[in-house]
């Protein structure tokens, strides 16, 4: 069996919470929540086009960090607070996607309860090639 190992990335965490940014086992990748946390300044910022993307920015550091590319995603989960997160997400959603035959899956929910000023989330699932 193959060890569990957490994946973090320099200028984002989940706060105060022992949660890793993902955790690799074998070939699967799995992400807890990625959003729009600037790096630079450790702050959300309140505009909802910058938090998705800088959530697609952190999402794409995390999954290279567990050994991935966005290429290897094959399911996406979004939380959006508002309505018109939506549009914001899919203007990234095809930039890190561009090509229509080869894109994750991907499923969005409305979520009232994010936190503070967080206006977007997603998790990811991706598959690395061999184990």
Not at 14 to 35: C, D, E, F, L, W
Not at 48 to 56: D, T, Y
Not at 102 to 116: V, Y
């Amino acid at each position: 069996m193959t060890a569990r190992r957490s994946i973090e990335v320099p200028g984002f965490s989940h706060g105060k919470q022992p949660i890793p940014a993902a955790s690799r086992v074998g070939n699967i990748v799995m992400t807890g929540g990625i959003y729009g946390l600037d790096p630079e300044t450790g702050l959300i910022p309140d505009d909802v086009g910058q938090q998705a993307e800088l959530m697609f920015e952190n999402l794409q550091r995390i999954v290279e960090a567990a050994g991935a590319g966005l290429e290897r995603i094959v399911k996406m989960t979004v939380y959006v607070k508002v309505p018109e997160a939506r549009d914001a997400v899919n203007k990234h959603w095809l930039v890190a996607f561009p090509d229509p035959a080869s894109r994750p899956a991907r499923h969005t929910f409305q979520n009232d309860h994010l936190p503070a000023n967080m206006l977007v989330q997603c998790d990811v699932i991706a598959v690395l090639d061999g184990a």
